[in-house]
């Protein structure tokens, strides 16, 4: 147990490693803390994977042709608008290195990984915070400066709101002007993607958007996401990219991905109705204050004095669920967690071992 109290840890999800610390096995955690769609992955996946079994015998595809197509044709735009990564991590990591901004400027709270990705290419990290009475997203426009890289999620991440558009088409024609790029992370856009600002893409030839297929499609250990950007600005950063880090059966999985668009809507119905079900039940819950979300995941504050989000984290692991301690995020403190939406049933199981936990 001690592991556990040290510190928390960077991101949600890391299962292996709790389930190692209490003793148990994966399957006995019920893992609130990582935003997957409870649904599991779409049920086409299992035969892809089998049938594109014979073609691990060759490298795969460096270009991803076909996902690419695929990919052009789900968002209208074109291949060449388009690059695939290992996750969207890994992209983080090649535009941080690749463009060689002469500053990163991070919009917060924010995805750890935009920090340690500039750290790693020694480029210094700025930050612009935004606050809790605006429900942590922009209600102003930083000045981005010349060789500048912006990072800034939407929807935000981890409250879960949606950007004013007119601020980001603010933001995006400041960075026009002042010769910066834009990273706009959509990883979990799919839950709402009508809001995407994709449809800006070819206004800003400096803007570049962060798609994932770990969230919405519940493949996180397959690791696939791609970015969406100019053909210019696609192109520059493919030549910095590791030959081969999306694998065959990466690529054979997102296109079935895009295909199954029943699986798509099907998701979306039920995320929207057990969001609504758990921000209800837990606005009820005295002690706790969630943040209106429009994705798979609530921020939720702890309003009871005395009590800090590590604590509840651990005093639920007593009951096997893992919910993600959110005071490491830049700009949060130690009353802040988050947890994904889930299904019914799991939900239900969440919020009483909550209210039990409230109660001691
Ligand atoms: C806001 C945000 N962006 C990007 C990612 C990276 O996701 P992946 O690398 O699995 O595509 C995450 C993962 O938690 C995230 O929360």
Not at 291 to 309: C, D, H, I, K, Q
Request: aromatic share 8%; hydrophobic share 45%.
């Amino acid at each position: 147990m001690t592991e556990l109290t040290e510190k928390p840890p960077p991101h949600g999800g890391d299962v292996y490693h709790l389930a190692r610390t209490l003793g148990v096995d994966i399957a006995d955690l019920l893992d609130f803390s990582a935003n997957i769609n409870p649904l599991g992955f779409p049920p086409g996946l299992t035969m892809a994977v089998q049938e594109a079994m014979r073609e691990i015998v060759h490298y795969p595809d460096r270009r991803s042709l076909k996902l690419r197509a695929a990919l052009a044709d789900y968002h209208r735009l074109t291949p060449g608008e388009i690059l695939v990564g290992n996750g969207s991590t890994e992209l983080i990591y090649l535009v941080a290195r690749a463009l060689r901004p002469r500053r990163g400027l991070i919009v917060t709270p924010a995805f750890s990984e935009y920090e340690h990705a500039l750290n790693l290419a020694r480029v210094p990290a700025d930050f612009y915070p935004t606050d809790e009475s605006h429900n942590f997203t922009l209600r102003d426009v930083p000045e981005p400066q010349a060789g500048d890289l912006v990072f800034l999620a939407h929807p935000a991440s981890p409250s879960g709101v949606l950007l004013d558009p007119e601020l980001f088409l603010r933001l995006a024609a400041r960075s026009e002007a002042a010769g910066a790029y834009l990273l706009l992370d959509e990883a979990f856009v799919d839950f709402v993607e009508e809001a995407s600002l994709k449809i800006h893409l070819g206004r800003f030839p400096c803007l570049l958007i962060l798609r994932s297929f770990t969230k919405f499609f519940a493949i996180p250990g397959m690791r696939l996401g791609c970015l969406l950007g100019a053909p210019e600005l696609t192109a520059r950063l493919a030549e910095s990219q590791e030959p081969w880090s999306v694998n065959t059966m990466a690529q054979v999985m997102g296109r079935a991905c895009l295909a199954d668009s029943e699986y798509i809507s099907r998701t979306r119905a039920l995320i929207k109705r057990e969001r609504e079900f758990l921000f209800d039940r837990l606005a009820a819950t005295p002690g706790l204050t969630p943040f209106p979300s429009v994705v798979n995941y609530l921020l939720v504050e702890l309003t009871r004095p005395g009590m800090t989000a590590a604590a509840l984290r651990e005093q639920m692991l007593t009951h096997r669920i893992v919910i993600r301690d959110a005071s490491n995020f830049r700009g949060l403190d130690e009353r802040f967690f988050r947890i994904a939406v889930r299904g019914r049933e799991e939900n239900e199981r969440l919020l009483m071992a909550l209210e039990q936990c409230l109660r001691m």
